[in-house]
C-alpha cells in the first residue's frame, strides 16, 4: 500500500485539479444533521463533517429513475446517459463496502453493464468518520476498508493521511505529486494509531451478527414479525435508504405521437405491496410480515449464505429512516431476545390503555 | 488481483433480440398458442435452450414479462409458447399478429434433469396451464424415447374447452410408448371421449410403480399441488426425484432486480425448476 501525507489546505486545489474532466459529488449540508451527496460546483460548499448522507452513493451509480433502452418497433439502442466520469469525494467506509458488495451482486453470474459503466467511470475518494449512536459497522466489520477506493483521505488534524487504493488513485496524485509528502514521521504514525484506538472505542451500538443467520431461522415463525408487521407502514423509506438495496422495476414508458418507447428502471422496494404480485392477481407476499421477513432474511442470513458477509454495512440509515422504529438494530436485538424500547412494543401498550 | 470475472452473457444481457411471431392461434378462451422465431436468421439458430427453461418476451409499448417455453430443444429454430391473457404484457401480445415483430430474450433459469432422468421411468402431471412448460419437456422425452422407461402423462384441466393442445395430446393418446390419460373435472359437453374426474384420481391407472426408478414433474396451479403431491408421495417417489416448475414476478431473468428471490436464491437463476425436497426446506416455495 502506497502511502502519502496532503496538507488540508492544499485540499481544494487538488480537488479542483483532478475535477476537470469528471463531475466532482461530495457531501454537502442541507439541515441539521442532513447531509446529501451532490455534485459541487463551489469546493466551499463541500462539508465533511458528517455522519450519513440521506441517501447513499448507490444513487450516483445507478439514479432512482434512469433510461435502460430507447426502444422502436425494429430496435431495442441501449441507453447509457446515465454514465459519465464522475468523482465522489468525502465517502465513509460503510459506504465503500456497500459499493463492493454491489460490486459483487451486479457481477454475479451476469454483468449487469448499467452498474459495470457508472461504476467504472467513477473514482471512489474515501473520508474518515466518527461514530454516532446509530453507527453499527464496527459489528459488521466495515469500519475500516481494505479495497474498493481510489484514495483514502484520513483526517490527522492539520493533515490527511492518504491511502492509495488502486492504479488509478496513483494516477490523481501523480497530476500535481509536489502537493504529497511521501514520508510519514513517527508523530504521524503515532496521530494514525491513536485516533484509530480512540474511534474504535467511540462505538455504542453493537449486534451479533455472527449469530443473526441462525436465528432468523430459528426466529421464524416467531410472532415478533406479526407485530412488526402490524407497525410496519410498507413505506419502502428502509430499502430507499439502504446503501445496499438494489431491487428494481422496469418500465415501457410510450413516448406520444412516435412509435417508440423508452424503457426505464426505478427503483423499487420489497417492503411495497406488490412486490411480489404476478399477472392475474396472485400475490406471493400479501403480508407486511412476509414482507419484512423477505428484507431481513435478505440482509441478515441470505447474503451471508451467498457471499460470507451479511448485506447489512451497519450504516445506521434504516434507522434515523425508518418512522415506526422497524430497523436492522431493533430486529436483530429483538431476535436476539433483548427487550428494546421501539414503537410496535409500545402501540401494543398504548392501544390497551 | 483484478483479474477477468467469469461472465458468461453478452455486453448486455438485458437487450432483446427482435423475434417474429410466425404463427398465433387461440387455445383456449383466454390462452393463445404462439410459435415465435428469432429474426436474425444466425441468432434464431444459436438460440439454444433446455427444457424447463424460460425467455422474457417484450411487446413495445406494454412491456416484458417470463414466459416458460413450451418448445422442445430436440427440434431447434422455432420457439413455442402457450400464453395466457393476464396482464398489460399479455394483452398486448395477444392483440399481435402473424409476422409482427417483438422482443425476446433468454434463455433464463435451471433446467430439468433430463441427464439424471436417462433410463428412469417419468410421471408427468400437468394441470390447466403447467401445460405450457411440461409439454417441453414431455416432447423433448419422446423425441428421445429409446432412453427413457415408461413414460406417463396425467394431464388435467377444468372443462374439455380449457384442455391445451387437446388435439395434439388426443394424438400423442395414440402413442403406444406414452401412457397418456387426460382428463376434466366436469365434462359440460357430454361428449368427452376420456376420462371425468380430478386429475388426483388417474393415479391409480398406474399400476405398479418402482419409486426409486420414477422422476415425476409436476406443474399446474397452486391448489393442485397439494393435492397431486399427496398421491406422488404415496407412490413413495424420493422427495429429490420430484420435479416442479414455479412462477414468480420477475423483471430481468438474470438475478438483479430481486422480486423472483425466495430464501437465498433467485427463481430465475436458481429455479423455476425445483425439487420437493427443495420446497419444502426453502419456505416460501410454494
Known amino acids: 500500500m502506497k502511502i502519502v501525507k496532503l496538507k488540508k489546505s492544499n485540499l481544494f486545489l487538488f480537488l479542483e485539479i483532478i475535477s476537470k474532466e469528471a463531475d466532482l459529488w461530495a457531501p454537502v449540508k442541507k439541515g441539521p444533521d442532513k447531509h446529501i451527496f451532490e455534485v459541487i460546483e463551489d469546493f466551499s460548499k463541500i462539508n465533511l463533517d458528517y455522519t450519513r448522507t440521506i441517501l447513499p452513493p448507490k444513487k450516483i451509480m445507478l439514479p432512482s429513475n434512469f433510461n435502460m433502452f430507447q426502444a422502436s418497433n425494429t430496435e431495442y439502442t441501449p441507453d447509457f446517459s446515465h454514465v459519465s466520469r464522475k468523482i465522489i469525494f468525502g465517502i465513509h467506509p460503510c459506504d465503500i463496502h456497500a459499493l463492493v458488495t454491489m460490486d459483487k ?29 446509530y453507527c453499527m459497522c464496527k459489528s459488521t466489520h466495515t469500519h475500516v476498508v481494505k479495497e474498493g477506493y481510489d484514495l483514502f483521505f484520513t483526517d490527522l488534524e492539520d493533515t490527511y493521511v492518504v491511502w492509495i487504493g488502486s492504479s488509478r488513485g496513483d494516477d490523481l496524485i501523480r497530476l500535481k505529486p509536489e502537493l504529497f509528502d511521501k514520508d510519514l514521521t ?62 428494481y422495476n422496469v418500465e415501457d414508458k410510450p413516448i406520444l405521437g412516435k412509435n417508440c418507447s423508452n424503457i426505464s428502471r426505478c427503483w423499487d422496494s420489497c417492503t411495497l405491496e406488490n412486490y411480489s404480485g404476478v399477472a392475474g392477481g396472485e400475490n406471493f407476499r400479501e403480508k407486511r410480515s412476509d414482507r419484512l421477513k423477505l428484507f431481513y432474511t435478505h440482509k441478515l442470513q441470505s447474503y451471508i449464505s451467498k457471499y460470507g458477509n451479511p448485506a447489512c454495512v451497519g450504516c445506521g440509515r434504516c434507522i434515523v429512516a425508518c418512522p415506526v422504529d422497524i430497523n436492522v438494530y431493533t430486529v436483530s436485538k429483538s431476535l436476539d431476545g433483548e427487550a428494546v424500547d421501539t414503537f410496535w412494543n409500545r402501540l401494543n401498550k398504548e392501544v390497551t390503555k | 488481483m483484478n483479474g477477468e470475472n467469469k461472465i458468461k452473457a453478452p455486453a448486455n444481457p438485458f437487450q432483446p433480440e427482435l423475434a417474429r411471431i410466425v404463427r398465433t392461434y387461440p387455445l383456449t378462451d383466454d390462452v393463445k398458442f404462439f410459435q415465435i422465431r428469432i429474426a436474425d436468421m444466425e441468432k ?86 403447467g401445460a405450457a412448460p411440461l409439454r417441453s419437456v414431455l416432447l423433448y422425452l419422446l423425441d428421445n424415447r429409446d432412453q427413457f422407461g415408461r413414460v406417463m402423462l396425467l394431464h388435467g384441466a377444468k372443462r374439455p374447452a380449457e384442455m391445451l393442445l387437446r388435439e395434439e395430446f388426443f ?57 397431486v403431491l399427496e398421491e406422488i408421495l404415496k407412490l413413495n417417489i424420493p422427495k429429490d426425484q420430484i420435479l416442479m416448475t414455479l412462477e414468480r414476478r420477475m423483471k430481468c431473468g438474470v438475478g438483479k432486480c430481486g422480486h423472483c428471490a425466495i ?24
Open chain 1, 105 to 133: 451482486f451486479y457481477s454475479h453470474e451476469y454483468n449487469d453493464p448499467y452498474y459495470q459503466k457508472a461504476r467504472d467511470n467513477t473514482l471512489i475518494l474515501g473520508h474518515s468518520c466518527w461514530p454516532d449512536e
Open chain 1, 186 to 247: 513517527d508523530k504521524d504514525i503515532q496521530k494514525f494509531s491513536q485516533r484509530r484506538e480512540e474511534r474504535d472505542k467511540a462505538f455504542t451500538k453493537d449486534i451479533n451478527f455472527e449469530a443473526m443467520p441462525d436465528l432468523m431461522e430459528l426466529k421464524y415463525q416467531s410472532p415478533l414479525w406479526d407485530k412488526l408487521g402490524e407497525a410496519c407502514l410498507a413505506c419502502g423509506s428502509c430499502t430507499n435508504v439502504c446503501p445496499t438495496c438494489n431491487c
Open chain 2, 44 to 129: 434464431a439458430l444459436s438460440f439454444q435452450y433446455q427444457t424447463g427453461q424460460f425467455a422474457m418476451i417484450s411487446v413495445l409499448g406494454a412491456g416484458e414479462a417470463p414466459f416458460s417455453i413450451s418448445s422442445t430443444p430436440s427440434r431447434p429454430g422455432l420457439l413455442e409458447f402457450c400464453i395466457r391473457k393476464a396482464g398489460t404484457v399479455t394483452n398486448a401480445l395477444f392483440q399481435m399478429k402473424e409476422n409482427n415483430l417483438i422482443g425476446l430474450r433468454g434463455p433464463y433459469g435451471n433446467t430439468f434433469p433430463v441427464n439424471k432422468m436417462k433410463g428412469k421411468d417419468i410421471v408427468i402431471v400437468m394441470g390447466g396451464l
Open chain 2, 171 to 227: 394424438s400423442l393418446k395414440e402413442r403406444e410408448d406414452l401412457e397418456c390419460y387426460l382428463t376434466v373435472d366436469k365434462d359440460d359437453t357430454g361428449e368427452w371421449p376420456a376420462d371425468v374426474g380430478l386429475v388426483t384420481q388417474l393415479f391409480k391407472k398406474l399400476g405398479t410403480i418402482n419409486p426409486e426408478n420414477t422422476f415425476s414433474l409436476v406443474c399446474g396451479p397452486p391448489i393442485m399441488y397439494k393435492f
Open chain 2, 263 to 286: 430464501d437465498y436464491i433467485y427463481t430465475c437463476l436458481d429455479g423455476p425448476v425445483f425439487t420437493y425436497w427443495d420446497v419444502i426446506h426453502m419456505r416460501e416455495l410454494i
